[in-house]
């Protein structure tokens, strides 16, 4: 599903003045995104680096905090993905979700997209 | 289709279409860029404690390489970075050779996704506003491809 929803984006975003990314490039950013967002680490693992740098901002506190890994809530199935700009083997990635917001710093590693750090915080209530 | 699909879809759409447009409101979006040109003008003025000022004291910043090793993922302390500003590596009068484009991504709160064109790379930044101070906290980057 999160596939079909990052390929139904490129179609709506179609429209607009610049996708940010080619088909391939959206589909294979979408799916490594999927895997850092799933509640399995065997998929986490795929998806990120052994040092990747997870962290949030604590809006309570106005902190930055590490999150450690293996850490990090699963998002909803109901998230959403924009993929807000690539360039070459970069890309910025934000993800919408019922309780927070993900920014994601992705590169190719390897010969695969990896995300490499990210950045959280929650829904103010 | 099913219904269900139609809210993200929505959202997504909503999403998409505000990329290019302005992400934050105006005193966000200033102070934003005030912290990127800490950076760039810091670079390119050989100015150490400009950087420092710019950037969290436990910046991460990686440097995406074609080909690169997904095991050695090149990473900049922020002392080294702060280190090779003072030394002057990228010192410039040029004005042709300071190119500072900045552009806010998307904005949530206390975070936004910043991408800075440099004159020989690019960088997307992550900032946090930290005690009410925005800084940079997580940097990817990478040369511009060499012209053949």
Redesign the interface.
């Known amino acids: 599903m999160n596939r079909y929803l990052v390929t139904l984006a490129l179609l709506i975003s179609g429209a607009a003045p610049a996708a940010p990314c080619t088909p391939k490039q959206c589909n294979a950013i979408g799916a490594v995104v999927a895997d850092y967002l799933a509640n399995d680490a065997r998929r986490v693992g795929r998806a990120t680096l052994a040092g990747t740098a997870q962290r949030r901002v604590d809006p309570a506190t106005l902190q930055l905090e590490e999150i450690p890994n293996g850490k990090l809530q699963p998002a909803a199935p109901s998230r959403t993905i924009a993929v807000l700009d690539v360039d070459g083997d970069m890309a910025a990635v934000a993800v919408y979700d019922v309780s927070r917001v993900d920014y994601l710093q992705i590169g190719m590693a390897g010969g695969h997209w990896k995300v490499i750090n990210t950045l959280s915080e929650q829904f103010a209530h | 289709m099913k219904p269900t ?1 139609l ?3 929505a ?3 909503m ?3 505000a ?2 447009a302005a992400k934050c409101d105006k005193p966000t979006c200033a102070a934003l860029t005030a912290v990127a040109q800490d950076y760039t003008d810091g670079w390119y003025n050989g100015d150490g404690p400009r950087m420092r000022r710019a950037i ?1 004291d436990k910046l ?1 910043k ?1 440097e ?1 390489r ?1 080909g ?4 050695n ?1 090149n ?1 900049l302390s922020p002392d080294v970075l702060v280190n090779y500003t003072a030394q002057g590596y990228g010192k410039t009068d040029d004005p042709a050779r300071r190119r500072h484009d900045v ?1 806010v ?2 904005v ?4 936004a ?1 910043v ?1 800075v064109d440099m004159q020989d790379w ?1 960088d ?1 930044m ?1 900032m ?5 101070r925005w800084q940079i ?6 040369h511009h ?1 060499i012209e053949k």
């Open positions: 699909y809210i993200p879809v959202m997504l759409a999403a998409a279409g990329v290019s969290y991460v990686r995406i074609q690169g090793n997904e095991t993922v990473e552009q991504l998307d949530y709160n206390g975070m996704m991408r690019v997307y992550q946090a506003r930290i005690d009410g906290v997580n940097v990817i980057w990478s491809p």
